[in-house]
């Protein structure tokens, strides 16, 4: 049975990524290119296009389309970027980040999720990504300064390390807050103060 993914990929890009106001080029290009349906579980991939997030292995999740570009789109990239990402989860959101970037370091706390993703976008021929398991907190000190730092788990405070792996100018986007509200925030380190901005409310699995 034929789901006519690209056909859904493409209403997914107009209508959930640049319909809801998503404007970086980059963003749309690698959300255009890259197939959701090859990092969700086989019985939904029917739904892989729908802007909604999915449940994966593990009690973990894939984020809806529109947030993994709106947060790829706050941290500003020009391409040139080595990036930390904390939560490689599906590997989805690490395959839109590889493709507007230079590099990805991306740490997943369970072993079984990242050699899934890790498979998956080896065989879509994504290879600038360095793979990690560990406790995402600690960041990843010896590749560290760091361009970019997306988390894509909530707590209630940023952890200090991710923080200070930030190079100057540095932007750092997170969810931030307890299991009933979060609030997506975006640091910038400027002069080796970290300045915040609040992006709005989402829902996130905790980072642990």
């Not at 290009?29 to 296009?49: G, M, T």
């Amino acid at each position: 049975m034929s789901h006519d993914y690209d056909r859904k990929r493409a209403d997914m890009l107009k209508h959930d990524i640049v319909g809801r106001g998503i404007r970086d080029q980059r963003v749309i290009a690698a959300c255009a290119e890259i197939p959701r349906h090859d990092f969700v579980d086989a019985d939904a991939r029917h739904l892989a296009y729908e802007d909604a997030p999915l449940r994966i292995r593990h009690n973990q999740t894939i984020s809806q389309p529109f947030i993994v570009a709106y947060m790829t789109e706050a941290l500003a990239l020009t391409g040139q970027e080595r990036v930390l990402e904390i939560g490689t989860g599906s590997g989805y959101q690490t395959a839109i980040l590889a493709r507007c970037v230079n590099t990805v370091y991306t740490i997943e706390r369970i072993d079984a999720l990242l050699e899934d993703a890790k498979r998956i976008l080896t065989t879509l021929g994504i290879h600038n990504i360095h793979y990690r398991v560990g406790d995402g907190k600690m960041g990843w000190e010896s590749a560290a300064p760091f361009d970019a730092v997306m988390v894509t788990a909530s707590a209630d405070d940023i952890p200090d390390a991710l923080l200070e792996q930030l190079k100057e100018g540095g932007r750092l986007v997170m969810p931030v807050g307890d299991d009933f509200a979060q609030e997506l925030v975006r640091i910038t380190r400027t002069e080796g103060e970290y300045v915040q901005e609040h992006l709005g409310g989402v829902r996130f699995v905790r980072l642990i």
